[in-house]
């Protein structure tokens, strides 16, 4: 593994709203994640097997406060995929990020956390789950 981006996601006041948009815009295929544990849309930014370049993603309520228009960038939040999520976030400490959202378990598939950057940009961590056979 190369430590690839592989996720966006897109923070909105209306979750139902924003998902309208960007299907209307882009033409994206946006459904809601059946979870009893979070509110979440899955974001197909192409058909499941495309071999177009690009990734997919989510959408999801906005947990605070959007900044104010010109107050600086207000933008998705890329995640990267790692074969170590403990290891790579002991990487992001000692270089000085912290953490935003700790390690949680995305319903057996995979590890999913939050950093802040040095810089204040937010960050997310995914490591898939091994499958038991």
């Known amino acids: 593994m190369s430590n690839r981006v592989v996720h966006f996601e897109i923070q909105a006041d209306d979750p139902e ?35 177009e370049p690009g990734i997919n993603g989510g ?5 605070c406060p959007a900044p104010a228009p010109a107050q600086g960038t207000n933008c998705y939040v890329c995640t990267v995929q790692v074969d170590d999520f403990d290891a790579i976030a002991t990487k992001i400490e000692t270089a000085g ?5 700790p390690k949680f378990s995305l319903a057996g598939m995979a590890w999913q956390g939050y950093f802040l950057d040095t810089e ?10 091994e499958q038991k056979a």
């Open 59 to 63: 959408l999801l309520r906005r947990p």
């Open 120 to 129: 204040g940009n937010t960050f997310g961590l995914h490591q898939v789950m």
């Open 97 to 101: 990020g912290i953490v935003a959202l």
């Open 17 to 51: 709203r924003a998902a309208k948009f960007y299907r209307d815009v882009f033409g994206w295929t946006i459904e809601k994640w059946d979870s009893p544990d979070m509110e979440y849309w899955m974001v197909m930014t192409a058909e499941k097997d495309s071999k």
